[in-house]
T-cell receptor, first 119, second 113 residues
Framework: GAVVSQHPSWVICKSGTSVKIECRSL??????MFWYRQFPKQSLMLMAT?????????EQGVEKDKFLINHASLTLSTLTVTSAHPEDSSFYIC???????????????FGDGTRLSIL | KQEVTQIPAALSVPEGENLVLNCSFT??????LQWFRQDPGKGLTSLLL?????REQTSGRLNASLDKSSGRSTLYIAASQPGDSATYLC????????????FGKGTKLTVNP
C-alpha cells in the first residue's frame, strides 16, 4: 500500500518551455502533498507544501509564480515549472501523506521523481 | 536552522559485513527522524521512522537508533548484501505544526560481492 506515482519520469525540453509534473496517490487519499528538489550531490530541499483545495505554501526563496502548484483532488497534485531555464534542471520528487488514522503520525510516501533537463 | 549531516559520504564494504551509518542534527527539538533508501535516479523508499519518544526501531536486518539529546541517529545494517547498495538518507521533522523534512546529503553505500 501507500503508492505514489509521479509522471513523467524524465523530461528534456527547450529553454522557455513550461513543464507540468503530476503526482498521484494511488491507493490512499492525500490531503497534503510535498514537492522537493534535488540538485546533484545535494540534499533534497522542500519547495512547497500542497494542500487539497487551498493555496500551496512555498519555502523561502522558492518563486511561487515560477513553480505553480495545483492540488485539485485528494489524489492528485501538479507542479508546473513555467518558462523553464537551464538552472531549473534538477530532480523533482513529490511525496504524499495520508490522513488516517492520525495525520500527525503518518509518514510521507515518495514518488520515483522526475528528471528535468532544460536545454 | 536545522542542519542534518551524514557521515561518511560514501562507504564500500564486502558482502556479509555489518555496518553503521551515522546521522547528526543540530536542533534536538525534533518530532521524528526517518531513514530512507534512494536508488540511482529513483525516489525514496522509507526504511524506518523513529518518533522522538522512541530510542530505536527495527525492521529485518535494519536497526535505527535515536539519541535526541545528543542529536544523533545511527542505521545499523546486518549481514550486508549487494542489493543493499544505494544511497541512504536521514531526515528529521521538527516539533510543532510544520511537516517539513530536513534531509542530509546521504551516504552512498556499495556492497561488493
Amino acid at each position: 500500500g501507500a503508492v505514489v506515482s509521479q509522471h513523467p519520469s524524465w523530461v528534456i525540453c527547450k529553454s522557455g518551455t513550461s513543464v507540468k509534473i503530476e503526482c498521484r496517490s494511488l491507493d490512499f487519499q492525500a490531503t497534503t502533498m510535498f514537492w522537493y528538489r534535488q540538485f546533484p550531490k545535494q540534499s533534497l530541499m522542500l519547495m512547497a507544501t500542497s494542500n487539497e483545495g487551498s493555496k500551496a505554501t512555498y519555502e523561502q526563496g522558492v518563486e511561487k509564480d515560477k513553480f505553480l502548484i495545483n492540488h485539485a483532488s485528494l489524489t492528485l497534485s501538479t507542479l508546473t515549472v513555467t518558462s523553464a531555464h537551464p538552472e531549473d534542471s534538477s530532480f523533482y520528487i513529490c511525496s504524499a501523506r495520508g490522513t488516517e488514522p492520525s495525520y500527525s503520525n503518518q509518514p510521507q510516501h515518495f514518488g520515483d521523481g522526475t528528471r528535468l533537463s532544460i536545454l | 536552522k536545522q542542519e542534518v549531516t551524514q557521515i561518511p559520504a560514501a562507504l564500500s564494504v564486502p558482502e556479509g559485513e555489518n555496518l553503521v551509518l551515522n546521522c547528526s542534527f543540530t536542533d534536538s527539538a525534533i518530532y521524528n527522524l526517518q531513514w530512507f533508501r534512494q536508488d540511482p535516479g529513483k525516489g525514496l523508499t522509507s526504511l524506518l521512522l523513529i518518533q522522538s519518544s522512541q530510542r530505536e526501531q527495527t525492521s529485518g536486518r535494519l536497526n535505527a537508533s535515536l539519541d535526541k539529546s545528543s542529536g544523533r541517529s545511527t542505521l545499523y545494517i546486518a549481514a550486508s548484501q549487494p542489493g543493499d547498495s544505494a544511497t541512504y538518507l536521514c531526515a528529521v521533522r521538527r516539533q510543532g505544526g510544520s511537516e517539513k523534512l530536513v534531509f542530509g546529503k546521504g551516504t552512498k553505500l556499495t556492497v561488493n560481492p
